[in-house]
């Protein structure tokens, strides 16, 4: 049990890493592409790579007599909604403002698994997950890039934390009907249909010749490779895997650790500034997301 509670938390740790790394990649695609682009073939190769897998017998599919009303639900909260709530809720807030709105996943999550799971957290984990969102917070807000933020922006990502918070919880509660590559090929599949259909409708007459020029460009596929096959298939397996075994207030408590792999990409990648007030809070978060996973250890 210990050994599958460290593997657990392992997966959580290395998915959130992973996703860290997503906006270099992100940022070397939009050079090239339109967003919609982006996230509809990342999605589509990420499905047409699961279809692989599992057509040479890598992993196993078996959807017959499991329920299947709130595995397709986390499918369209995550990765759907999420992707289409923060693609929109970015564009149209500042980067302080998008960035503290979206570190509040952990505390949502933190009340959605009391009411819906019956998984309370202790105060410990609550101390230290305020610990994190305090930090991430004040990075934002010193990052902030100077651009106004609108009511509908602040909705939409306000609607991306609840479906962060809504996938996590369901991910954890269909972990007793199916494995974690079973979840992931739903969310793919759902995924791939709706982003698909929604860059089609999103860009009309533009579609093909937008998608001509990104599929021209060795820059969009070397991001291509990460988002679809790290970010997306390796990072959702491994998450998924992760609320398999650990609890979703451990496991969402990761996800803070973005911001700190973002700001240390900026740094050793990018060749960024790091301030003494970046170093600190980046400090803080790591402390955070250690003392809530601490307390479960020692409980258990």
Same mark, same amino acid.
């Given at each position: 049990?210990?050994?599958?509670?460290?593997?657990?938390?392992?997966?959580?740790?290395?998915?959130?890493?992973?996703?860290?790394?997503?906006?270099?990649?992100s940022?070397?695609?939009?050079?090239?592409?339109?967003?919609?682009?982006?996230?509809?073939?990342?999605?589509?190769?990420?499905?047409?790579?699961?279809?692989?897998?599992?057509?040479?017998?890598?992993?196993?599919?078996?959807?017959?007599?499991?329920?299947?009303?709130?595995?397709?639900?986390?499918?369209?909260?995550?990765?759907?909604? =999420?992707?289409? *709530? @923060?693609?929109?809720? !970015?564009?149209?807030?500042?980067?302080?403002?998008?960035?503290? &709105? #979206?570190? $509040?996943?952990p505390?949502?999550?933190i009340?959605?698994?009391?009411?819906?799971?019956?998984?309370?957290?202790?105060f410990?984990?609550?101390?230290?997950?305020?610990?994190?969102?305090?930090?991430?917070?004040?990075?934002?807000?010193?990052s902030?890039d100077?651009?106004?933020?609108?009511?509908?922006?602040?909705?939409?990502?306000?609607?991306?934390?609840?479906?962060?918070?809504?996938?996590?919880?369901?991910?954890?509660?269909?972990?007793?009907? =199916?494995?974690? *590559? @079973?979840?992931?090929y !739903?969310?793919f599949?759902?995924?791939?249909?709706?982003?698909n &259909? #929604?860059? $089609?409708?999103?860009?009309?007459?533009?579609?093909?010749?937008q998608?001509?020029?990104?599929?021209?460009?060795?820059?969009?596929?070397?991001?291509?490779?990460?988002?679809?096959?790290?970010?997306?298939i390796?990072?959702?397996?491994?998450?998924?895997?992760?609320?398999?075994?650990?609890?979703?207030?451990r496991?969402?408590?990761?996800?803070?650790?973005?911001?700190?792999v973002?700001?240390?990409?900026?740094?050793?990648?990018?060749?960024?500034?790091?301030?003494?007030?970046?170093?600190?809070?980046?400090?803080?978060?790591?402390?955070?997301?250690f003392?809530?996973?601490?307390?479960?250890?020692?409980?258990?």
């Amino acid at each position: 049990m210990k050994n599958k509670l460290i593997l657990g938390t392992l997966g959580a740790l290395i998915a959130n890493i992973i996703f860290g790394f997503s906006f270099l990649f992100s940022k070397l695609a939009l050079g090239v592409a339109h967003p919609l682009i982006i996230i509809s073939v990342r999605f589509t190769v990420a499905f047409l790579i699961l279809n692989i897998l599992w057509a040479f017998g890598v992993f196993k599919l078996n959807f017959k007599g499991k329920p299947k009303g709130k595995i397709l639900l986390m499918a369209v909260a995550q990765p759907l909604l =999420y992707f289409i *709530f @923060e693609l929109y809720g !970015i564009d149209k807030t500042s980067s302080a403002i998008s960035g503290v &709105i #979206i570190s $509040l996943v952990p505390i949502a999550v933190i009340i959605l698994s009391a009411l819906v799971l019956r998984e309370k957290p202790t105060f410990i984990q609550i101390i230290f997950s305020l610990i994190s969102l305090v930090a991430v917070a004040i990075i934002s807000i010193f990052s902030n890039d100077g651009n106004t933020s609108s009511p509908l922006g602040i909705v939409l990502l306000l609607g991306a934390v609840i479906c962060a918070a809504v996938f996590n919880i369901l991910s954890r509660s269909e972990s007793a009907h =199916y494995s974690p *590559f @079973e979840r992931t090929y !739903i969310m793919f599949l759902v995924g791939t249909v709706g982003f698909n &259909i #929604i860059a $089609l409708c999103g860009l009309g007459g533009n579609y093909t010749s937008q998608l001509i020029t990104a599929v021209q460009s060795s820059n969009f596929w070397w991001a291509i490779v990460y988002l679809s096959i790290l970010s997306s298939i390796g990072a959702f397996m491994l998450y998924n895997y992760a609320t398999s075994i650990i609890d979703t207030v451990r496991a969402a408590s990761f996800s803070n650790l973005i911001t700190v792999v973002s700001v240390l990409a900026g740094l050793f990648i990018m060749h960024e500034k790091l301030s003494a007030l970046q170093i600190v809070c980046c400090a803080f978060i790591i402390l955070g997301v250690f003392g809530t996973n601490l307390r479960i250890k020692n409980k258990e």
